[in-house]
């Protein structure tokens, strides 16, 4: 990697940990070349805008979010098992990342930009609608491999799994409850429980 692929990484980083905290709209070049012991034309060199900035940031924010979720997710056997995995690991991603210190960069911006049009929004909402599609599927093939019931509405099932995390989210970072991930793990374990395929009479009994 050259020098300037090098720094441009470490802004990204940076701009990354002052953007869970701050906002997107709250990075500012100065205040980042000042962390970084940069001048402001330094930085600016690299990225040209702030626009450029913010959508560096939300591809690296991307990129980290799959490595680290659905990377280990893709490892696991296809089906409920893929599902728990994931699900752990978009816990880990919201409630417990070291590099993003105000939480999931992902989900603050989805409330920050939901309402202002322009290239980030954008790109964000493409991600989003992408993971969901993928939590959809990561469903149908539960389906398949007879985890779940053959009558899942999967769109469905990934509107209210993204929901957990979402609320999550919410209990976590502004009512600061310290039972967050146990009810988000509780939600869970009751979506899958309604999903999951019936066999035998004594599970038709319930």
């Known amino acids: 990697m050259s020098k300037g692929a090098r720094t441009k990484e470490t802004i990204v980083a ?6 869970s905290v701050e906002g997107f709209n709250g990075l500012s070049i100065g205040g980042l070349a000042g962390k970084l012991g940069m001048s402001k ?10 626009e450029e900035l913010q959508k560096a940031v939300m591809d690296a924010a991307t990129a980290r979010f799959l490595e680290a979720v659905w990377k280990p ?28 210190p105000g939480g999931c960069i992902i989900t603050a911006a989805a409330t920050e930009m939901d309402d202002k049009p322009g290239p980030v929004r954008d790109k964000l909402v493409v991600m989003q609608q992408e993971w969901l599609a993928t939590l959809a599927r990561s469903a149908e093939l539960a389906v398949r491999e007879g985890h779940f019931r053959d009558d899942l509405d999967c769109p469905q099932f990934a509107f209210e799994l993204s929901g957990i995390v979402l609320s999550l989210s919410f209990y976590n970072r502004l009512l600061r409850d310290p039972q967050a991930r146990g009810r988000a793990e509780a939600a869970f374990e009751d979506l899958v429980a309604r999903a999951a395929a019936k066999h035998g009479s004594a599970a038709n009994d319930h």
């Open 14 to 19: 940076e701009a990354m940990k002052a953007a």
């Open 41 to 50: 034309s330094g930085l600016f060199a690299h990225f040209g805008s702030k």
């Open 73 to 100: 997710a893709r490892a696991a056997p296809r089906g409920l098992p893929r599902l728990q995995t994931m699900f752990s690991a978009w816990l880990d991603w919201t409630d417990s990342n070291p590099d993003l």
